[in-house]
């Protein structure tokens, strides 16, 4: 089946510095989608990508569709403590749907006052 | 509007026993989708739904049921419990098309 690759598997970071995270796979994704979970709830949509090359933003968070079509990015500037959580990727190779969702790992953020 | 509910919260069972994880949504929602999360794995389908009477196996389906009777409900059936389905279920639906996905707070379950 399908894989996704996410980095860092965690990050332990100072309040008020940039974030980095990707997600990358061994096939073709038609859309990307970033997701953030906190402790004892399900996870919460931050970004949906849909096109090749898109970059959108969601206040601090910015994420990208990879041209390859194989990869994503989800940066966070300026980190604050409520950032802490596990953030996923996810994607779909369907076309026009989303209902078959293959996740990455997750990257736990711990951010230090 | 409640969006996705999960109940119950928490569970634990013996194993053999049987049990029906509830999830209901009240957005009109034509997908649904039930996920499980385990320790340093992420989610991983176990069943979906694309409409009311339609169902069909994600990654990990055995040992797992599923029915859609209705557009708002999607439960999850485990018909003989085992250890190793002890994890965090996850409900999830979206509108037809490329919508994203919304989750429930999950089920917390335990198998002894």
Redesign the interface.
Known sequence: ?QQ?N?SPQSMFIQEGEDVSMNCTSSSIF??W?W?KQDP??????LI?L?KAGELTSNGRLTAQFGITRKDSFLNISASIPSDVGIY?C?G?AQA???????????TLLTVNP | NAGVTQTPKFQVLKTGQSMTLQCAQDMNHEYMSWYRQDPGMGLRLIHYSVGAGITDQGEVPNGYNVSRSTTEDFPLRLLSAAPSQTSVYFCASSRQGAQPQHFGDGTRLSIL
């Open positions: 089946g996704l996410q038609n859309t989608l997701y004892g709830e399900g996870p919460v949509l949906a849909y996923f996810a779909s026009g749907s989303n209902y078959k969702l293959t996740f990455g790992k997750g």
